[in-house]
């Protein structure tokens, strides 16, 4: 998988993930060159994963028809919203600007991305 696509400017861009599994039909990507996050955009797929080293859930991205990012489900330390030293479930929503917002999961969301969070206790 390239960058933000798979050709610029007339050339090829030199991949920055590899696909390192699935879980429950979705991709599970590993940054590659020092890259950590998640793609902004994606041209195959409706959400990315990204777990832990420890093969545990830290993110979920899931994108829009345009394939521009939408949400991003995570459990990480979250200071806004939860303690600052454990990690905590919470999404973020993001505008076209990628400004992003911060927010507590609700119970109904919880219950349908759980099979996603692998090693998350809900």
């Known amino acids: 998988m390239g960058g933000r696509g798979t050709y610029a400017n ?24 020092g890259k950590h996050s998640l793609p902004e955009e994606s041209h195959s797929s409706w959400a990315y994963i990204k777990l832990n080293p420890d093969g545990t859930f830290r ?19 979250e200071g806004k919203i939860g303690p600052k030293d454990k990690p905590v479930l919470h999404y973020h929503t993001y505008d076209d600007n990628f400004n992003r917002t911060t927010h507590r999961m609700p119970k109904a969301m919880r219950k349908h991305f759980k099979k996603y969070f692998v090693g998350v206790k809900i």
Not at 15 to 29: E, N, P
Not at 59 to 77: D, I, P, S, T
């Open 59 to 77: 993110e979920m991205r899931l994108y829009n028809k345009e394939h521009k990012l939408r949400y991003e489900l995570a459990y990480h330390r």
């Open 10 to 33: 007339g050339k090829n861009v030199r991949y920055t993930y590899k696909t390192s599994g699935k879980i429950k039909g979705i991709k599970v990507l590993t940054g590659l060159n």
